[in-house]
């Protein structure tokens, strides 16, 4: 069974901390996603790759950069962390088929 | 600008009846209409998903209906059950799968 794992359910940050989401996906594929999930707002891309050391900018990339050094991982990066991050983040591998969302993290910055 | 339009944003359906949920998109290029169900504390999982080229397509109690000329799709849930709760996602995207356009999404309860 294919899986994404994001590396933490729940995560409480302070106001100015640098925060880093992990993503891995034992699939081997190509493309990766990560998504913020608001109520009212549904699902909206950050930043995704199609490659190994590619990135490409979504719909809301302020403040949040990304790392993909090997194919397997995508690392969602916050570089000062600030309230309104507070939000379900959500990672996805995907294919021509579909896609695999991990469980998400929850990220409460205080 | 939202691609995908989706409504309604909450719905509450008793056991047994039928849950319907709307979409609409603009760009005639889309060619991948899939749906997800999200539970609580889980990512979004597809449900079900239609190409363009038929109108209708059903798997079990789900069923898409697509509207090309109105550009419309919609989920119908047949016999709704209290495990149908869950927040329903459509999206879009052209030349496959990949970088689908999703809806706000529609936070579904089906009340015993």
């Known amino acids: 069974d294919v899986k994404v794992t994001q590396s933490s359910r729940y995560l409480v940050k302070r106001t100015g901390e640098k925060v880093f989401l992990e993503c891995v996906q034992d699939?081997?594929?190509?493309?990766m996603f990560w998504y913020r999930q608001d109520p009212g707002l549904g699902l909206r891309l950050i930043y995704f790759?199609?490659?190994?050391?590619?990135?490409e900018k979504g719909d809301i990339p302020e403040g949040y950069s990304v790392s993909r050094e090997k194919k397997e991982r995508f690392s969602l990066i916050l570089e000062s962390a600030s309230t309104n991050q507070t939000s379900m983040y959500l990672c996805?591998?995907?294919?021509?088929?579909?896609?695999?969302f991990g469980s998400g993290t929850r990220l409460t910055v205080v | 600008q939202q691609q995908v339009k989706q409504s309604p944003q909450s719905l509450i359906v008793q056991k047994g009846g039928i849950s319907i949920i709307n979409c609409a998109y603009e760009?005639?290029?889309?060619?991948?209409f899939p749906w997800y169900q999200q539970f609580p504390g889980k990512g979004p999982a597809l449900l079900i998903a239609?190409?363009?080229?038929?109108s209708e397509k059903k798997e079990g109690r789900f069923t898409i209906s697509f509207n090309k000329s109105a550009k419309q799709f919609s989920l119908h849930i047949m016999d709704s059950q209290p495990g149908d709760s869950a927040t329903y996602f459509c999206?879009?995207?052209?030349?496959?799968?990949?970088?689908?356009?999703f809806g706000t999404g529609t936070r579904l309860t089906v009340i015993p």
């Open positions: 996805a591998s995907t294919t021509e088929y579909g896609y695999t």
């Open positions: 699939m081997d594929h190509e493309n």
């Open positions: 790759s199609y490659d190994v050391k590619m990135k």
């Open positions: 760009n005639t290029a889309f060619d991948y």
């Open positions: 239609i190409r363009p080229d038929v």
């Open positions: 999206a879009a995207s052209k030349g496959g799968a990949n970088n689908l356009f």
